[in-house]
């Protein structure tokens, strides 16, 4: 249905939809601000493309095992049930000539967004330059183009306005590590024409999400609204020195049966990302309340490069990965 896909900005989001975008078969281009981002990007997309691919053999080792269902990666595998290593082999092959041949990088921002079909707006949660880049591409978009911001935290009707094209636009919010976690929740603002709607509905399953329908607005969508409030509870117990992040994933994994705790979620997420997100919140200023506890503590360990798990470390040493 959509042929081109133009991403704004090459982030640990943006990097991982264009290449989900690549793998099914999508033309997609990169739009960056500069040559140093050029540099930062390219390591990521190798990153991701390589995790991607080491998916796909993961999950042969999976084959026959029970729990297989719950593992492999779903992004990447249409269907677990009576899968063979010659498909995934299949898949593997697909997914190297996808991913080299289809992703493109582009500095001059027209160029970028001639003959869009869909665009995504992966930029960092900064509502301000949102505003900024929005106007700057307003004018450069065919009327054709679909325009979807992956905002966690900030409603589509906010940039509605800036966009241009209110009836095109929407937000569509991907999960960290989308390959695996392939949920796409799909959340317009009052203006959005329904027909664009169901038409991003029906691009979500091209790009083998699982459409996630959210039928108002609502800060943080269905994950968020979820994971949020938890994620904080748990940086609260280890800000106030209640127990060590060990103990507090340890227990969440065993006493519900999740296969990640809330320090292991936020290694993924990146404690910038968690940061950022806790500013926004009451208190992170006053350093005699939780929130401010908790603000202090994430950026003592930003401020050492103790970002993700990508950095080699966050609150967990990834340096053998
Ligand atoms: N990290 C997550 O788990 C996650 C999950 C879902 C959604 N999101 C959302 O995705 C968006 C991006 O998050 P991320 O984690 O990929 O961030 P990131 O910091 O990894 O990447 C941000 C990108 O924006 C670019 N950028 C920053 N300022 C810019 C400017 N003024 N003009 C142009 N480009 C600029 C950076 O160069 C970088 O490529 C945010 O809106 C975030 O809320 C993040």
């Given amino acids: 249905m959509f042929h081109k896909v133009v991403i704004m900005g090459g982030g640990v989001l943006g990097s991982q939809i264009g290449l989900m975008c690549a793998y099914t078969g999508h ?6 601000r500069s040559e140093g981002s050029i540099g930062r990007t390219k390591p990521k997309l190798d990153g ?77 949660e900064d509502p301000a330059a949102k505003t900024d880049l929005y106007r700057r591409m307003a004018p450069l978009m065919p009327a ?17 306005e ?14 960290n590590r989308i390959w695996v976690f392939n949920t796409a929740e799909i959340m317009g603002h009052a203006g959005t024409d329904p027909d664009v709607y169901r038409q991003v509905v029906e691009f979500a399953k091209d790009i083998n999400m699982v459409p996630i329908e959210v039928h108002k607005e609502q800060p943080g969508y269905v994950l968020n609204s979820i994971l949020v409030p938890f994620l904080l509870a ?17 227990t969440w994994r065993r006493a519900t049966g999740a296969p990640f705790g809330p320090f292991q979620i936020l290694d993924d997420v990146g404690l910038d990302t968690a940061y950022a997100i806790g500013r926004m919140q009451p208190g992170a200023d006053d350093p005699t309340t939780t929130m401010g506890r908790i603000s202090a503590r994430l950026k003592e360990k930003i401020d050492k490069g103790e970002t993700r798990v990508t950095a080699g470390k966050g609150f967990y040493d990834h340096s053998a990965r």
């Fill in 48 to 124: 991701y493309a390589k995790a991607m691919i080491a998916s796909l053999e993961q999950a042969k080792g999976l084959i026959g095992n029970p729990m297989g269902a719950r593992l492999y990666p779903q992004g990447l595998i249409d269907v677990w049930d009576g899968v063979t290593a010659e498909k995934i082999d299949g898949l593997i092959a697909l997914a190297q000539r996808n991913l080299a041949s289809n992703v493109h990088i582009a500095l001059d921002m027209a160029d970028a967004l001639a003959d869009a079909d869909i665009v995504f707006e992966a930029m960092t």
């Fill in 162 to 175: 800036a966009t241009g094209r209110p009836g095109r636009f929407l937000a569509m919010h991907f999960a």
């Fill in 234 to 250: 748990a940086e609260g117990l280890w800000a106030n020195d209640v127990a060590d992040p060990e103990t507090i994933d340890l």
């Fill in 144 to 160: 054709k183009t679909i325009l979807c911001t992956n905002s966690s935290t900030l409603l589509p009707s906010q940039f509605a």
């Fill in 27 to 32: 033309d997609v281009t990169f739009w960056l």
